[in-house]
């Protein structure tokens, strides 16, 4: 459960889930929304998934705040490869062990079927802490975990659907979080 409709989040409600894969008994998950707006970062910096202020919430906060006990025992630590930029040459630090983390570009080019399945709204909850939501699409720009342009950039999709590969500044303030994660199943 996570603050959604309360744009105050004072309320948590169930998380509805977005299945990309299902593979030897386990499948990966992303959130359907954005379900919140945080920095990568907050220090501009170059910094790499590896060390972000991000990994940290998601691995920490978030995941004890949004799951129970039973549900973070289904929750797999997943090898989470961190492949520098091929576009840019940016390095992508070193490889991590992660239960929740964000797709990287590959990912995200490979699990979703073309721009418009990547798009995505953001939650009342994520509008009230600062999302830029598009006026014409209403959907939101959201971050991967891929370096961009350079080591001080994060990649991400933008409002369109599009990887955005440049990225955006690792302490922009107004773009969503997409939290993906293996879950055992059966």
């Known amino acids: 459960k ?8 004072k309320t948590p409600e169930p998380i509805n889930w977005k299945v990309l894969a299902v593979e030897n008994g386990k499948a990966l998950l992303i959130s359907e929304k954005g379900l919140d707006c945080r920095v990568y970062h907050g220090d501009n910096t170059t910094m790499t998934w590896e060390n972000c202020d991000l990994r940290k919430w998601l691995n920490g906060e978030f995941l004890e705040g949004a799951f129970t006990a039973e549900e973070q025992g289904s929750i797999l630590v997943t090898p989470t490869p961190n492949p520098g930029s091929t576009v840019h040459g940016a390095a992508g630090g070193n490889d991590t062990e ?15 079927a073309n721009d418009e399945a990547r798009m995505t709204e953001a939650t009342p909850y994520t ?11 209403g959907k939101v720009w959201w971050w991967l975990r891929s370096p961009g342009y350079y080591v001080s950039d ?5 409002y369109l659907g599009q990887l955005h590969k440049s990225g955006d500044n690792v302490s922009t303030t107004n773009n969503a979080v997409r939290p993906a994660m293996w879950v055992r199943v059966g």
């Open 127 to 137: 509008v009230a802490r600062g999302v830029f939501v598009n006026e014409r699409t």
């Open 154 to 158: 994060a990649a991400g999709v933008n």
């Open 98 to 112: 992660d239960k929740v983390f964000l797709l990287n570009v590959d990912e995200a080019d490979k699990y979703f």
């Open 2 to 9: 996570y603050p959604q409709s309360d744009p105050y989040g």
